[in-house]
């Protein structure tokens, strides 16, 4: 049994970026990304600290737009056309979740498709189900890179998706078909799960649900990758799966904290990169 080391990938990956960074600026181009928080959520506070940070230590500019809970569709909306038509700006994120009262999507599809590295946007979106070259979601993007360090290749493999959320499974799902998985995508209303995770010699959760993914749904040397992050009555982070008894089954499997996690913001700063490149 492997553990997939996502905290060591994404420092080597933030080393790389690093030095992407320090040649776009010799050109004169200073990568910048811009996040908009709306509302004083206490998880997107911790996100949008982490985000600060990376672009720091990679030499990425950052700012952070925080606006108060009760702005009008109309406020944001003018704000994302505003950061669009900013030059010195190559990224947009808006951090979610936003309160209910406003569209989201709405939001997503006004961020240029240009300055999108979140990958949200509808453009976006499309250009990955047709296999085109697009700003993938950073967690995705991140599951992708793990595969691709540990030379676990996807090619034939059945894989089980559980979780279908337009951030992590539906992006997820085309990842994997592009790489000739066959995907099976279970969820919340899918019976006899374990039929299908017990088959799987891949298995991707996703359903922000602690420890519940366990070994007896497991075959022998499945590969588990682990996208939850639960934060138990004692504190603890526990993911979807049930790492202390899976692991002994899974040929590879991630931890959480130090698994997909860093790889998301490593990613997130890949295409801030990208973007500026681009641009």
Sequence with gaps: ??????????????????????????????????????????ASKVYVRNKSRACDEIGIAFEEFLLDENITQKELIDLIQKLNKDK????????????????????????????????????NVGKLSLNQDTFVSCTPYGIMKMFEAYNIDLEGKNLVLVGRSNIVGKPLIQCCLNKNATVTVCHSRTKNLKEHTKNADIVIAAIGKSKFITEDMIKDNAVVIDVGINRGEDGKLTGDVDFENVSKKASYITPVPGGVGPMTIAMLMNNVIKAANNQ
Excluded: W, Y
């Design 1 to 42: 049994m492997e553990i997939i080391d996502g905290k060591k990938l994404a420092k080597e990956i933030r080393e790389n970026l690093k030095i992407k960074c320090d040649e776009l600026k010799e050109k004169g181009i200073n990568p910048k990304l811009a996040v908009i928080m709306v509302g004083e959520d206490k």
């Design 88 to 123: 010195t700006i190559h990224g947009i994120l808006l951090q979610s979740p936003i309160p209910k009262h406003l569209d989201i999507n709405e939001a997503f599809r006004t961020i240029a498709p240009e300055k999108d590295v979140d990958g949200f946007n509808p453009v």
